[in-house]
T-cell receptor, first 114, second 117 residues
Framework: AQKITQTQPGMFVQEKEAVTLDCTYDTSDPSYGLFWYKQPSSGEMIFLIYQGSYDQQNATEGRYSLNFQKARKSANLVISASQLGDSAMYFCAMRPLNFNKFYFGSGTKLNVKP | GAVVSQHPSRVICKSGTSVKIECRSLDFQATTMFWYRQFPKQSLMLMATSNEGSKATYEQGVEKDKFLINHASLTLSTLTVTSAHPEDSSFYIC?????????????FGSGTQLSVL
């Protein structure tokens, strides 16, 4: 079974601080991709970062980094130096090699406080 | 990143009418397009997967005759909500991928808010 779990429905973080959004996954596929997307109130889905299951290093994209722990099947998103514009819904997603689909978690609503 | 254009962004229609939503990949060839539905404060629910030139694959519980999906070219897919009813009111998002490999990103349209009166 393919499954993505985000256990934090809502998170608060102070502006300029770092925050970690949790994501765990389950798949029988040996090869898969892990993604994080941001959805502001406008509704658009914005790609943030990608991690391949065979990548040796954790992915980083600017203020975003992915804490990939393969043995634990977790792919947590770390946002450093939070900004007010980071307030949004964040979705973790997985794309297994043998399934031409993206599986999304339930999302985490992040609120950045000034 | 790649651009996916979705129109209209918002549509209000009367119950019983049909509504067509277009999704275009503007700068890449989308071998696969996905249509999602999203209820307020909830995750994306995959409705169907469409590959260019073939019939769409619908997820369990999604009515094929209700939600008609056409993927006639590598850059265009359409979703037609036939005989819309108030319970069809929702946010619909299309997405496109250039390939089926695990590292192929999914690029999203900006979504369509459908309100059926």
């Amino acid at each position: 079974a393919q499954k993505i779990t985000q256990t934090q429905p809502g998170m608060f973080v102070q502006e300029k601080e770092a925050v970690t959004l949790d994501c765990t996954y389950d798949t029988s596929d040996p090869s898969y991709g892990l993604f994080w997307y941001k959805q502001p109130s406008s509704g658009e889905m914005i790609f943030l970062i990608y991690q391949g299951s065979y990548d040796q290093q954790n992915a980083t994209e600017g203020r975003y980094s992915l804490n990939f722990q393969k043995a634990r099947k977790s792919a947590n998103l770390v946002i450093s130096a939070s900004q007010l514009g980071d307030s949004a819904m964040y979705f973790c997603a997985m794309r297994p090699l043998n399934f031409n689909k993206f599986y999304f978690g339930s999302g985490t609503k992040l609120n950045v406080k000034p | 990143g790649a651009v996916v254009s979705q129109h209209p962004s918002r549509v209000i229609c009367k119950s019983g009418t049909s509504v067509k939503i277009e999704c275009r990949s503007l700068d890449f060839q989308a071998t696969t397009m996905f249509w999602y539905r999203q209820f307020p404060k909830q995750s994306l629910m995959l409705m169907a997967t469409s590959n260019e030139g073939s019939k769409a694959t619908y997820e369990q519980g999604v009515e094929k005759d209700k939600f008609l999906i056409n993927h006639a070219s590598l850059t265009l897919s359409t979703l037609t909500v036939t005989s819309a009813h108030p319970e069809d009111s929702s946010f619909y998002i299309c997405s496109a991928s250039g390939g089926a490999a695990p590292n192929e990103k999914l690029f999203f349209g900006s979504g369509t808010q459908l309100s059926v009166l």
